[in-house]
């Protein structure tokens, strides 16, 4: 007969969740260590029938022990199964009567013959241990399916900002398989980059070379393309240029340094005095849309993508190479250890440097 529902709502919970076919209560209604129920008793009983069987003579202090625990693991696995979730299916419910399978194969293994006595008498003082360490087992399985997943997380911390047709997700991915232990950040806009390093700074930071300069950084390695470490841009324009006017015209580009600074940044790439009017894109695609709805008179765009800019819209370009139109290729700072992230920086695959616009490091 189940004892009586607890009168407290909290209590009643419990017993909502406990059950008396989880074990036995005490006078409260709470789950009791000490109140052995009938499947504890007939642990008990098989320990000690197989005893008996064996000499006849009074328990061991380890049969007697091997017996109290058994009895009380039970009482312990029905009280922790009863506060596991329903729901978590992390920790599988614990099945009835384990223990006493357990019990009952030791003891056949014991002794085989029934009505004997035990065929190796020399390995009885070895049997106890062998079941108190199953039960320590079985016990360290129920903690380990219990406790909480643990991950190790990333060695080290990359933001990264470059100026590439890649969306921002496609690069980081592709440079995130390539530095395994390495957490990686790429950012389609300076404004975001610029943010992050100031909130949460990574170990360290990859960005073209004015973006640094902005940001009063310094390159510790330095990006190199053909022995260089500076990339031409070209000055893209649906009508026809000349030097002469140079200064009169609207630009874009895709944001470098900040915007206060931008048209002066622009102006010494054209190689004029006054600071002309920029407009600053965040991907090389919104160049061309500055040039189909006029909304500048020419763009500043890396030679490296040349082509395939021309190869986007059926607009006749005049493009225009001016020696001083020349810009940092990509480079790295750190703003903390530089060994955990160092050695997978430069380790990077030849097609993960050419989306970087790079093909080595110095």
Known sequence: MSPPSPASPFRQARWDRGGASQGALDKEGWPSATLPTHDDREDMSLVETSCRRSTGARRSAVERAVGHLVCRARIATRWASSWVPRNNRAAPPVRHGGSRSLLRTLAERAWPDRTGVPLHRGLRSTRAPAALVAAALLIGCCLLLLSPPITAGPVATLYVYAVTPLRARALEQKIEESMPGVDVTVFGKLSDFKAALESSPPDAALSPKPVLASLNRTADIQGMKAGSDAEQYL????????????????????DLVERKSLPKFVAGLLGVSAAPEVQRVTKIEDLLQLLQFQTADAVLLPERFRSDFESRSKMTFTILSLSTAKVGLVAVTFLSERQPVEGAIRRLPKHVLADLGVDEWK
């Open 235 to 254: 000055l893209v324009s649906t009508r026809a240029l000349t030097k002469e006017m140079l200064s009169g015209l609207r630009y874009g580009i895709v």
